[in-house]
């Protein structure tokens, strides 16, 4: 009888490592707020419709972001963008970290919303 080790060792935020080197996935932000840490810091965060695991976003990223979308990060929710894996610098040693960027041309729109019909109607309370 065994168990799932990815439940202990996988983290619920993105990382370099999380990411193939040399290769961009495109996702569709869910949502864009401030989450409190239990270390007392207060950091925006993404979450998104196509992985599970959600981006901090340092002042970097928040910089490439505004870029991209704007100031509005209620208007952030349902862009695409690209996330990549990079080479960065953390406490003197190179490690791998996540950067953002405009996803491809074609995939830039935002997400048409959904329409959801009543499955009650009948026929004599439609109006037309």
């Given at each position: 009888?065994?168990?799932?080790?990815?439940?202990?060792?996988?983290?619920?935020?993105?990382?370099?490592?999380?990411l193939?080197e040399?290769?961009?996935?495109?996702?569709?932000?869910?949502?864009?707020?401030?989450?409190?840490?239990?270390?007392?810091?207060?950091v925006p965060?993404?979450?998104?419709?196509?992985?599970?695991?959600?981006?901090?976003?340092?002042?970097?990223?928040v910089?490439?972001?505004?870029?991209?979308?704007?100031?509005?990060?209620?208007?952030?929710?349902?862009q695409?963008?690209?996330?990549?894996?990079?080479?960065?610098?953390?406490?003197?040693?190179?490690?791998?970290?996540v950067a953002?960027?405009?996803?491809p041309?074609g995939?830039q729109?935002?997400?048409k919303?959904?329409?959801?019909?009543?499955?009650?109607?009948?026929?004599?309370s439609?109006?037309?």
């Amino acid at each position: 009888m065994g168990f799932n080790t990815e439940k202990y060792t996988s983290s619920p935020f993105l990382k370099g490592d999380d990411l193939e080197e040399g290769e961009r996935t495109t996702v569709t932000i869910k949502s864009a707020e401030e989450v409190d840490f239990p270390s007392g810091d207060t950091v925006p965060v993404l979450e998104f419709l196509e992985i599970d695991q959600k981006l901090t976003l340092n002042k970097t990223r928040v910089k490439k972001c505004v870029d991209l979308m704007g100031v509005d990060t209620e208007a952030w929710v349902g862009q695409k963008i690209s996330v990549y894996r990079i080479d960065v610098q953390y406490n003197g040693k190179q490690m791998p970290g996540v950067a953002v960027a405009a996803a491809p041309r074609g995939k830039q729109s935002k997400i048409k919303p959904e329409v959801n019909f009543d499955d009650d109607d009948d026929e004599e309370s439609t109006p037309f």
